[in-house]
């Protein structure tokens, strides 16, 4: 290529870097710039949500909580090309346009409802990204509601402020939630006083507390270790404190501890063990 041919070129990219032009759908065309930026974010966003969600996020002690940690992970990288694209365009235009740059910005070009690539693409993208959304959250959910036979059943109560569980046929009641590993924990949930949001976090399920009647959700804890009850509906001056500790342990050490807190090692063993 001669290097007036190569002059000519850079010209017309440096035409359609910077200037925009009155025929193009968005009137001022999409720069190259911004796409850079574009890839840029998007790629922030798939990093903070690969390597983020751990660090801020409780602790994985469920298959449940598995669910909601990939569906979590999922669905932000899904929203990163979106957010980035928002964002890349409103970098450039603060950048390029922005009070003290010194270039005026262009007048609007047409209304973007009348192009109909533009609308057809936003249109397109937007179903797919909802139809994919839907259809991992009904298999997530329809995955976490299969029963099974033995579950461990615990009676959970609140009221301003604490939680109380009790542990049906043991006669232990105890501030603190603690569950055996392997087996399906059904939560029978209930308030004493007005709603509050039971919310074991590690497990990955939540359900409110309401007075008068019971909610039912079970867990699948399938590790060992610590977690927090926290409340999840804002329910009155100490909402904010209203939490209990939460642990799973392996069957026999739930067995010694219901026996710790004062049940008989006949019923803690037929309720830890195997029985009902
Ligand atoms: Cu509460």
Not at 210 to 215: I, R, S
Request: a neutral charge.
């Amino acid at each position: 290529m001669s290097s007036n041919h190569e002059d000519i070129k850079r010209e017309q990219i440096a035409e359609t870097v910077d200037g925009w032009t009155h025929n193009g759908p968005f009137h001022r065309r999409p720069s190259f710039r911004i796409l850079i930026l574009v890839i840029l974010f998007t790629a922030f966003g798939v990093w903070a949500a690969v390597f983020f969600t751990d660090k801020i996020m409780p602790s994985i002690l469920s298959s449940q909580m598995k669910s909601v940690h990939d569906t979590i992970i999922f669905f932000t990288i899904l929203a990163a090309p979106v957010a980035a694209l928002v964002y890349a365009i409103a970098a450039y235009s603060i950048y390029k346009w922005g009070h003290g740059h010194g270039e005026q910005a262009p007048p609007d070009g047409p209304p973007m409802r009348e192009n109909s690539l533009t609308t057809s693409i936003w249109l397109g993208a937007s179903t797919i990204l909802v139809v994919v959304v839907l259809v991992w959250g009904m298999t997530a959910l329809s995955s976490e509601n299969q029963g099974q036979l033995r579950p461990v059943t615990i009676d959970v109560y609140g009221q301003q402020w604490l939680w109380t569980f009790k542990y049906p046929g043991t006669g232990v009641e105890s501030n603190q939630l603690v569950v055996p590993v392997g087996r399906q924990i059904r939560f029978v949930v209930t308030s004493y006083d007005v709603t509050h949001g039971f919310w074991p976090n590690s497990l990955g399920v939540q359900i409110d507390a309401n007075p008068g009647f019971k909610t039912y959700i079970t867990a699948d804890p399938n590790a060992t270790g610590q977690f927090a009850v926290r409340c999840s509906q804002l329910c009155g001056l100490y909402h904010a404190y209203m939490d209990a500790n939460g642990k799973v342990v392996t069957p026999t050490q739930f067995s010694s501890w219901l026996v710790s807190h004062g049940a008989s090692t006949t019923s803690a063993n037929a309720y830890a063990l195997g029985g009902k």
